[in-house]
């Protein structure tokens, strides 16, 4: 009778040590540090834990509160009670349109992703999805929105939104679709046409990401990988985690960068012309790895997914590996820190004045794989000669409260040449505008090429 | 009823322990679904066997010392089947070979127990 007893508190001994040794919280490292941002990123060691740390969001409504804006900044809700509102376009007529939706649906392929998915979606709204672009206006520039008028509903989850001249392009999760658009349009003069086919199969990572060049020649779409680390089998990987490079007037496509996790949002620079992009990298493997990051793409590049992260960092999990692909991956230009799910980035104009004159804002959706939550907010990346120099601030905060409750969680930023900041919320289904208080009527925005981005 | 609950544990735990194997050897990652699958299934019946093996150890009189035996090891079977399904939580090849040496070791559990289970079983019912 001892020596069983003996036995089952050995079993059990062993099974809370097991445990223990996967929870964040006795992990000395779980705050990141400042040399998690930037171009040498510091990486730890890879955690296998039994259970990846988690924190999910616990939504709250805002009630009379608003996220934090730096002293001099002033933001406002412009609309709100909409269907999921993801990524935004500022058209030349100063005129918002709203992508809405909710895509994916991935079936559950293990009995874990039948409690994952019951916990994760804790943490998003339970909104239905819009399908739908919304065309908000401020008619009489005083900077509240009183005209919101559906521009085209009937579509499969829109995500990404490009302008080139006379064509809006939208991104849905199967395909990319164009509708002609003049200037003071409200309404769509019809449903959209098919430019192309976009890789759909199981869609584990929807989101489709848009920029277009520019000459407006081209279109950038971003596909995001079709599991977190290949758990889907590498046959559904066909097609996924890369950058499309297609022909506005033809629809036809090639790879323009691979090994591209999920790239969820693009941005052409403004004076190089450059494509850059917000990639949201692996989950599991400890609550500071792998960095998400901020990158200019190069055409061509692999970077690393599956096989690596941050160039040759293996990751084991993916089996049979290939040393060649391994030696081939590039490293990314600047990192944003672990699990802060960058869903949106826009380079800012002069007339956001100051210190934010010159970078790009990213939109950091928040973490889940995380013990102590990172991201869940905005923030701005400096530049300097055309590249991130130094490290990144925060710009809208206060989408977690200290009460541990989450009001809102960013998605698209999107730059009003004006100088205005426009971000999309998904959790409290809000648009949120943030101007300058001293902002002078005279900063008029340079002339802006006639693309734009997501 | 113990004894139907008892026998499912081990095709099930050893069904997951051929998927390691195939998985360990070949990388399809379907083996590794199947696995996760068949595991979870044992721990059902491992639990409901557990149960049952509880309510046997409070009503035996005379063979107490062998029900009591059988409650230890389907706890050990549970524990460590428990260990088993968050390991293969993880990704991909990340369930390797932790997975696959857990499993040879649940289905080893799951084996005595039920050999013991059944002893203890056969010598209730005659007094």
């Known amino acids: 009778m001892n020596r069983s007893s003996l036995l089952a508190a050995a079993a059990l001994a062993s099974l809370l040590t097991a445990c223990d ?153 199967d395909a990319l679709v164009r509708f002609s658009y003049h200037e003071g349009q409200t309404r769509a003069d019809g449903p959209p046409v ?25 279109l950038y779409v971003g596909i995001g990988s079709n599991s977190n680390i290949t758990e889907r089998g590498m046959p559904a990987e066909a097609d996924r985690a890369m950058i499309w490079e297609i022909d506005a007037q033809t629809g036809a496509h090639r790879p323009y960068a691979t090994g591209i996790r999920n790239p969820t949002a693009l941005a052409i620079q403004p004076g190089t012309g450059k494509l850059w992009a917000v990639v949201n990298e692996r989950d599991e493997l400890g609550p500071n790895l792998v960095p998400d990051y901020l990158t200019s793409v190069r055409d061509g590049a692999f970077y690393g997914w599956p096989y690596s992260y941050w160039g040759q960092n ?24 672990a699990h802060v799910a960058a869903l949106g980035v826009a380079f800012s104009v002069p007339a956001m004045g100051g ?41 809208v905060t206060g989408f977690r409260g200290d009460d541990g409750k989450t009001y809102g969680r960013p998605v698209g930023v999107t730059v ?27 900063a008029e925005a340079p002339s802006r090429p006639d693309t734009a981005k997501p | 009823m113990h004894a139907v609950l008892l026998a499912a544990t081990i095709p099930l735990f050893l069904g997951g ?52 035996f059988t409650v230890v090891l389907l706890l050990v079977t549970f524990a460590l089947g428990l260990v088993n399904s968050f390991v293969h939580v993880r990704d991909a090849y990340g369930t390797m070979p932790d997975g696959l040496i857990l499993s040879a070791v649940v289905t080893v559990a799951a084996i005595l127990a039920t050999w013991v289970g059944f002893s203890s079983l056969r010598t209730g019912v005659t007094p």
Not at chain 1, 196 to 209: E, F, G, R
Not at chain 1, 422 to 441: G, K, Q, Y
């Open chain 2, 17 to 68: 322990l051929l998927s390691d194997i195939a998985y360990y050897s070949n990388y399809d990652v379907q083996w590794n679904n199947f696995a996760a699958w068949l595991i979870a299934g044992g721990m059902v019946f491992t639990g409901l066997a557990l149960l049952s093996s509880l309510i046997d150890l409070f009503r035996a009189r005379g063979r107490r010392k062998q029900a009591l």
């Open chain 1, 416 to 442: 009003d040449p004006k100088g205005a900041l426009i971000v999309a919320d998904d959790l409290s289904n809000t648009i949120w505008r943030v101007t300058s208080n001293n902002r002078t009527p005279t």
């Open chain 1, 194 to 218: 098919k430019v192309t086919d976009l890789p759909s199969y199981i869609n584990h990572h929807w989101t489709k990401s848009l920029a277009a060049s520019a000459d407006g020649r081209f």
């Open chain 1, 314 to 337: 293996v990751d084991p999990r993916v089996q049979p590996q290939d040393p060649q692909k391994v030696a081939s991956a590039i490293q990314p230009d600047y990192s944003l820190g």
């Open chain 1, 21 to 173: 040794n996967s929870d964040p919280g006795s992990d000395p490292g779980s705050d990141p540090g400042p040399s998690a941002y930037g171009a040498n990123p510091q990486l730890p060691e890879q955690e296998h834990g039994l259970l990846p740390s988690m924190k999910i969001a616990e939504p709250a409504q805002w009630g009379g509160k608003k996220p934090t804006v730096p002293d001099g900044f002033t933001v406002t809700a412009i609309a709100t009670d909409l269907g999921i509102p993801r990524q935004t376009l500022v058209l030349p007529n100063g005129d918002i349109l709203v992508a809405e939706g909710r895509g994916g649906g991935a079936p559950p392929l293990r009995p874990k992703d039948f409690i994952a998915g019951i916990i994760k979606a804790k943490g998003t709204t339970s909104v239905k999805s819009g399908n739908r672009l919304t065309l908000l206006r401020d008619k009489d520039g005083d900077g509240v929105y009183e005209e919101r008028t559906v521009f085209a509903d009937k579509l499969n989850a829109p995500y990404g939104l490009a302008l080139v001249n006379d064509q809006l392009y939208v991104a849905n999760q």
């Open chain 1, 355 to 395: 210190r934010f004159a010159d970078g790009v804002f990213v939109g950091e959706h928040g973490s889940w794989n995380r013990n102590v939550p990172s991201g869940y907010k905005v923030v701005f990346v400096p530049f300097r000669d055309g590249a991130p120099a130094g490290p990144p601030v925060d710009v």
